[in-house]
């Protein structure tokens, strides 16, 4: 089986969220099973590598209207069994990933996957594209006859823009640009591309193919996810989880776990390095967006502090991390804004919950995380967060309200009280497993059943 996976972002190379985190293991896994498995993906001007380049040629393409023809380099890096592609254009080579002209950028880049292939002589029996920045090249591949999966990682983000503009990007033919394809309320829509033109849909976790068949959770596209529920071409396969680098025996940035009574150690340490009081500590590593509902938790701040210290890291929006910010004075609340993947780690570690009272959640892997360190998940009851937190685990909400978070956390509170209950909960947690291979399997009867 030959395998060409197509995304934005790939760790460690890249990355900024979720995303990056399964393409840095899902191909690897792949490729251990026995598929022939390449990753295609922009070489940024901040990419964290250093790929040899392999191929520069003019792709006439990229010609759109009075646009010039633009010059493309490629680079490799091939390692674990896994050969990584990187696509060099002038729009890529600036820092960071993603910037408002990025439905222009993701355009130029899916027009230029195939003919790239083709000429490294990469050849694949299925093209599996993920998220909007790769809709276009499912649409060009299947137009290639080729076979197809896209992945919806987050349906929340879909690459619209302006049809009439976009039109000349994307060198499709005409008729894929009405209403039965790309077009959506009159802009272009990168991620009804992938949908359209995929042979088999997936989402990252089964709730969550189910939610995005209604009004709630559709983003406007739930009639089309309908129809292909109807056809069987929509499924969900739950994310693992990397559990190498997510592992608290071995994890050098916590090494005091590794000790017989490591937790006790990291959640010391962890107090220690905020000057926290004795209450057991609620952890949140997070983007600072309304889909994670950080919103609700900064509303139920003034009760959780009666019971609980809270340490937040994460960044995105000014809002949210301005009122974090603000919270942050009071004895019993830290704030750090951004990425820190090191204080991440302490915190997974250290907290005696981690609160993801999130409003919609494709699959997230926090929760995974939390539990393999012996840390309780208090959960809203949406996507993948059903499907990963047993209710004799974690602690589970229905409504999107700070009241209803508060009230689980109560709920914790209480079981906390209760140390051998609490430690019962700890060690079924700290048990599970949510390694890549199940789903890798997943991946591959998948693509087998496409070539049936």
Known sequence: MRVVHVAAEVFPFSRSGGLGDVLGVLPEVLAAQGAQTT??????????GQPTEVWRSVVPELRAGPAPIFEVRVGEIVQNGVQYLFIGLPEFDRPGLYFDDDVHRFCLFGRTVLPMLRQLGVAADVVHG????AGLVVAYAHLAGLKTVFSVHNLQYQGRWNLEEAARW???????????ALEFHGDLNLMKAGLTFADAVTTVSPTYAQEITTPEYGEGLQGLLVRLTIEGRLSGILNGLDQERWDPRTDPDVPQFGDPAGKAAATALLRGEFGLDDAPIL???????????????????????????????????????AALSGWA??????????????????????ADIFAMPSRFEPCGLSQMISMRYGTLPVVRLTGGLVDTVPADIGFRFTDATPQALSAACAEAQAEYDRPEAWQARMERGMALDFGWQGPAAQYLALYGRLGR
């Open 39 to 48: 990753v295609v993906s922009p070489w940024y001007g901040s990419l964290a």
């Open 130 to 133: 993920h998220d909007w920045q």
């Open 170 to 180: 994307t060198g499709l033919p005409q008729w894929t640009l009405g209403p039965d």
């Open 283 to 321: 952890g949140v590593v997070s983007r600072l967006a309304d889909q994670k509902g950080i919103d609700l938790l900064i509303e139920a701040l003034p009760e959780l502090i009666l019971h609980w210290n809270v340490v937040v890291l994460g960044g995105g929006d000014p809002l949210l991390s």
């Open 329 to 350: 004075q009071h004895p019993r609340v830290a704030y750090v804004g951004g990425l820190n993947e090191p204080l991440a780690h302490r915190i997974y570690a250290g």
